[in-house]
């Protein structure tokens, strides 16, 4: 029998996607798996919702005080008993060969992600748009992640022993980044398959869709720091430690280009539907 998933999701007022976002994990899981969901003092009916799926698979943990995303994410780990953990938001929805082909494909790296397809009556001109289908094996997932983060954290699948060895989330504003950066600092297995694994829902709410997000984020000190060290670690391991650090972003971004074309698209910015919703947004 495989080693059972713990499904880790984390949920703050989603009385509106929460049945899909489960039921979806639920139908890609096995009988022996589950999906542990954390309601993070939820005020609407969230709550009433998720107690509709009747199903053993389910377990519910309910906080009365407000966790906020960080320190929900690290009690969900603490929570699973199981090697093997995923998450996905409780606004997304999860494709169902997912973790048919992570069993398969995650083999002694330590994390295992897929693309994502985006979705959203938001979206122009169409309401779908996948991700782009690049494969990404740990060497180029370390020369990226130094540039940038090409890892949608609802796709993440992997040992619940390799996230809290390096202590699990932190408290910066880009939990699910700041982890990989330290992972990848302390030379750790992290790999991208082209298969799409989610449908990820695109919205006004989200926290990234806020003015100067991605700004706030970039300043953040504790992310700065574990950037420094991922990229000081993955220079070494290329090579290049002997550069000034101007030179040295050029470099690495140059050695993943040059392994992964196709990654020049993703490191360009937004993709244009998405760009043209922030701008639309601007002027209203």
């Known amino acids: 029998m495989p080693e059972a998933i713990s499904v880790l999701v984390t949920a703050r007022n989603a009385e509106k996607t929460i049945q899909t976002s489960v039921r ?7 009988k022996h798996d589950e999906v542990i969901v954390l309601l993070d003092q939820c005020t609407d009916e969230t ?6 799926i009747r199903d053993s698979r389910v377990r519910k943990v309910v906080s009365e005080t407000r966790l906020g995303i960080n320190k929900s994410r690290n009690a969900l780990l603490d929570l699973s008993a199981n090697e093997f953990v995923a ?35 938001q979206l122009r001109p169409l309401p779908v748009l996948p991700q782009y ?29 390799a996230i809290q060895t390096v202590g699990g989330y932190s408290d910066s504003l880009s939990e699910d980044y700041d982890l ?19 449908l990820y829902r695109f919205h006004a709410g989200q926290a990234s869709q806020v003015e100067g997000f991605n700004e706030t984020v970039s300043s953040n000190p504790t992310l700065r720091e574990s950037k420094r060290k991922a990229v000081e ?6 090579n290049l ?8 972003e050029v470099e690495l971004r ?18 244009e539907p998405l760009r043209r919703w922030k701008n639309r947004k601007k002027s209203h």
């Not at 709550?47 to 509709?52: M, V």
């Not at 430690?241 to 040295?248: A, H, K, P, R, V």
Request: charged share 20%.
């Open 180 to 198: 990989w950066l330290r992972m990848v600092a302390a030379g750790m297995s992290l790999r991208r398959l082209a298969i799409p694994v989610i």
């Open 47 to 52: 709550e009433k919702r998720l107690d509709a």
């Open 133 to 161: 289908p690049i494969a990404l094996n740990p060497a180029q997932v370390e020369l990226a992640l130094c540039l940038g983060n090409p890892l949608v954290h609802s796709t993440m699948f992997g040992r619940k022993v």
């Open 241 to 248: 430690e002997n550069l000034e650090s101007l030179d040295l």
């Open 87 to 121: 998450v996905l938001d409780a606004d997304d929805i999860c494709l169902p060969w997912r973790f048919w082909i992570c069993r398969r494909r995650l083999g002694s790296g330590d994390l295992l992600f897929g693309t994502a397809i985006i979705f959203g009556s």
């Open 24 to 30: 979806s994990a639920l139908f890609a899981l096995g």
């Open 254 to 271: 140059s050695k993943l280009y040059e392994a992964r074309p196709l990654m020049r698209l993703e490191h360009a910015g937004l993709p």
């Open 233 to 238: 670690s993955v220079s070494k391991r290329s």
